[in-house]
């Protein structure tokens, strides 16, 4: 506060050498005009003049403190101190100003700490994914310098062909799923509502995971077709081959799986139930956790499928929910609103 002090009385400050003069001139003129009038009103004149200047000058003095203190604040703040609070229960101009600034600091001090959550995530996402390519890149490669061998049977060569192959399938769509990911989570995919029988999308669906159905022999049944759904086809088609291939995966062979289609005033209603192994209790709150893995996951299994679902089905403004019992199966339910969509 001395500094301040002595940066005023040295009129650094424009605003206070303005006002200083100014205060000045009017004593004066006042002065002059209380002289005129007579020596003991000149004298009121100039003392209530000098009292005020000093009642101004300590005014300035005791805002220009609090204005330091403010910046001596954000400057703790900027270095990280972010538990200050410079709050006050006074009325004032400074008082409203001290809460404006407190709720901007606390605003970004949780945003800051979300950045470094996110950043933490990310660097977690970043060593999921490094995992997920550095396995199939690794049996790549042994297979590769054992087809070098000149004395290598056809029958192996052929083998070792067939799984470099399926390695890169592997590869490509996770590739492709974490590429779509990204353009979900940026929201530079434009969602295309259009309306649609539910059978002709449940087909797409079913269509790419025909040969997996036939292999488990898992029967597969669908009522309901003949609503009609209003989403964008694509992308829903998509949500929902990541839930089929997730019920086909965990549900054994001779299992059952059914889809059924229905309409009410509010939303439409997709409900796919497996006869599976089931979902343990404490894995069904991070089932949809992008890169999570249950206690009943595959070793091929990422953890991308259902979250990269649930983007989807979210951003058409539609939910997923999940109910399982272990040796019983499990049910999906996806809702898409009608008065979202």
């Given amino acids: 506060m001395k500094g301040m002090v ?159 192959y399926s390695q890169l399938e592997r590869i490509e769509w996770l590739v492709t799923s974490l590429l779509t990911i990204s353009k979900l989570d940026a929201g530079v995919i434009e969602m295309k509502p259009m309306k649609i029988k539910a059978e002709d999308l449940i087909q797409a669906a079913i269509e790419p995971i025909l040969i997996p159905l036939e292999i488990k022999e898992i029967s597969f049944s669908l009522s309901g077709g003949h609503n009609i759904l209003n989403c964008d086809a694509h992308w829903t088609r998509e949500a929902l081959l990541n839930i089929l291939k997730n019920c086909i995966e965990h549900t054994r062979p001779g299992g059952e799986l059914e889809i059924t289609v229905s309409n009410n005033p509010l939303y439409s209603e997709i409900i796919i139930r497996d006869t599976g192994i089931g979902i343990a209790r404490e894995d069904l709150p991070y089932i949809f956790t992008r890169f999570y893995r249950g206690k009943n996951s595959s070793s091929d299994s990422v953890g991308i499928g259902l979250s990269m679902s649930r983007s989807i089905i979210s951003i058409q403004g539609g939910d997923i929910l999940v109910k399982s019992e272990m040796g019983v199966g499990s049910t999906f339910v996806i809702r898409l609103y009608k008065s979202v969509i």
Avoid: C
Avoid at 77 to 102: A, C, M, P, T, W
Avoid at 133 to 140: C, G, I, V, Y
């Fill in 6 to 164: 002595a940066d005023m009385f040295s009129f650094r400050n424009k605003e206070v050498r303005r006002v200083f003069l100014l205060i000045v001139i009017t004593i004066l003129i006042f002065s002059l005009i209380g002289l005129w009038i007579g020596g003991v009103v000149a004298l009121l004149l100039l003392s209530q003049g000098i009292l005020l200047s000093v009642y101004f000058l300590s005014l300035t003095i005791y805002r220009y403190s609090q204005i330091r203190k403010l910046s001596t604040y954000l400057r703790r703040i900027q270095q990280g101190e972010n538990s200050l609070d410079i709050r006050d229960n006074q009325e004032g101009e400074l008082s409203i100003l001290k809460s404006e600034i407190y709720k901007v600091t606390s605003m970004l001090s949780e945003y800051n700490e979300k950045l470094k959550s996110d950043k933490l995530l990310l660097a977690d996402h970043m060593a999921d994914i490094s995992h997920q390519l550095k396995t199939p890149l690794t049996s790549m490669m042994v297979m590769v310098d054992l087809l070098k061998a000149d004395n290598l049977p056809p029958d192996k060569r052929k083998q070792f062909t067939s799984k470099i």
